[in-house]
């Protein structure tokens, strides 16, 4: 059962509380705080008044606990399974760990159970040996705050010297990649992919603050037919961005989307034909238009 | 019944969730085929679980409620949180922690009437569990594989089953928690570690699936085990039905985040599929002795399947054939049409001019797909020629709308 109370909220405050409560000298603040830091909004209006009256009688009048071992659970089936179908995963070779073990455990789901059917095919090679020693030289800079040197292949497959402070990794399902997002330097990223070589660089400065990507709003104006309602919504829904219903009974979405990533917008509003169009910014605009012009002279009859 | 924050069941808030998160435009009136009151207490929850991602705007209809959020800068799925809001009582609870604390290694086994004697003493009678009480809490622990239970002589002894230490999958559990199937499991183990540095975030990252992950969960199940299901299937209608199928495979897009499963319908002799949004209540069946073949034959449809859509006999495939024009300077744009392309061909006519061709069960799926050529497209020939038809008046639609004189060619 994946929605059950062993995994909840409520479960693992108390939990941190019980763990607070038997270390001596632990003050009804100190519990107030597991509360604010773990639960939800409105926990605290729960848990502790609970514990403390003796609806749920784990603490005495004083607060100290009637437990006397700090709560543990062991991993559930469901954890297990879920664990043992991940271990099957070609990009777990990325991490350098060894599993517990997962003995007779059956997976939750095998790369034959499901599949992602409109991934690019030109995934990162995770199994690649010199893939796999470059993204943990990477994890392993980014968590002790080291700068990189790397040799990287451009966009027009010239070799390049970097160094970088490499600040996180973000994967793409789309792409099936993962591309470095650093701080200083020029490049706010770099597909790990195209990486040749890398080593820790050896003068290490303290990092400058990563700078804010520029983020652009777009407006857009959608007629429902064919659904396109709600595949628009959905496509659109990884990026921060509101919907309105007009009196005319079309919608209108506003979202705001990465201006380094403007040709993939375009593209992708283009993608819904006449039933989604740009209002805003005119720039915008502009860009769908000159493709629509281009298009024109394609000479499709 | 007074509020609570936690919930007994689940597929209310997930329609509320999809509302709030997919739409966000309606008012709290239109929320009609639900009470006043229940849309009031599911909103506050939603406000409790998920704090600054659920937002208000007044409109002339009234206050509307939306969730948005920029997934490219969270690093963990705001909406698993409503995976772990499950209701319980004041016994379950205490008789969890009771339980866990008497039972604190896998070397103490104690039979049920010494585990009853050992949580009245811990807990000083304050509150009193039964035999049948604790039996039934113990079976549901088994069944979890939380407790386990062996036979000495005449007598059933329960003990923990053993502890992981998973703190060094930390790295891990944050990428696949995100990355995989059925993440918040990941993350349920991520509750148990102690706080670290989040190195990983997530582009085209779509979290709304999150709220499905018990159907689907329940689904990998079956499919693992070759069984047939019952479901309740809600699709657009007002009312579900309930269907009995064989689930095969799920397909996920990595570009909607809409989850599809692929089954075999018996009582039709068809290849369904199914969004996973619109599944509830999965009962798991019996084992289908023809799962082996029923899943080499959906391979064999996949080779004519662009998107979800899947028939049995390739020969109902429809034709489609396409060409661009890419200059010599363009070779990205066919780099594109390479890795983008999830079956079919390219072909090269002249220096400047490419052809795509494939045979798939349903044209219409691959329109926006060639749509986002537009710019460079200089021949379509589909066999299904509405579908061609459409293609052609949806551009004529689309010069229309963005004001391109009636006269060609423009410069």
Redesign the interface.
Known sequence: MLFSELYSVYYNTVAKIITSALSPGATEKDLQRCVAESAFSESVLTILPSLKSGKWPLLREDLSPCLTHVPTMPPTTLQLRWLKAISEDPRVKLFDVSFPSLDGVEPLFTREDYRIYDQYSDGDPFEDSSYIAHFRLILSAIRDGLPVQLTVTNRRGRQVRLRIFPTGLEYSLKDDKFRILSSGGHFRYVNLGRVLSCEISSSSPPPPEPQEERLADLTLLITDERNTLERAMIHFSHFERQAERREDGRYLLRLKYYESDETEVVIRVLSFGPTVRVLDPPHFVDLIRDRLIAQRNCGLK | MAY???IKN?EKIRAYMREF?????KSRVEYDSKSARSYDDER?RL???L?DYL?F?Q?P?GKTV?L?????AIHRNPFY?A??????T?G???L???L??IL?TPSVKLTLPELVDRIDS???S??VFDESTLRKKLREYVS???ILTEKSGRRLLYS???????S??S??LD??SE????G???S??L??LPPH????????????SAID??VL?SL??A??EHRCITVDNFGRRSSPTTLSLVPL??????????QHLLAFHEKANRLNSYRIDFLSSVRIGEVCEKFDAL?AALEKA?TC?W??IGRWNPKRAEHVEFEL?IDPEEDYVL?RL?????CGRVERIDETHYRFLADVFDTSEM???I??F???????NFSNRTVENRF?A??E???R????PES???A
Not at chain 2, 21 to 25: A, I, L, R, S
Not at chain 2, 83 to 88: E, I, N
């Open positions: 609570s924050e936690l689940f998160y997919v739409y966000g435009f506050r406000d409790s679980w704090g937002r705007t409109t209809h939306f948005s959020v920029d997934s490219r949180s995976l772990k809001a499950k209701s319980f004041p379950d609870l205490t969890h922690f009771a866990f604390d604190f811990l807990l000083s304050r509150l979890e594989g939380i923990r089953a053993p502890d992981v230490d998973f060094s999958l790295d891990l990428f696949f990355a995989a199937p059925c918040v499991v990941g349920f183990l509750d148990k540095r989040d190195i990983f975030s997530f582009k085209h990252h779509y979290i709304t992950s018990e969960a990998f199940s499919i693992h495979r799920v397909y996920i897009s990595a570009q909607n985040g809409r899943r996949e399947m998107g979800v024009r780099r390479e890795r983008e392309k999830r329109i926006p797909w749509r986002t537009l710019c460079r497209i200089t021949r379509l052609k949806d551009l639609e689309m010069y709308l963005y004001g391109l060609s060619p423009l």
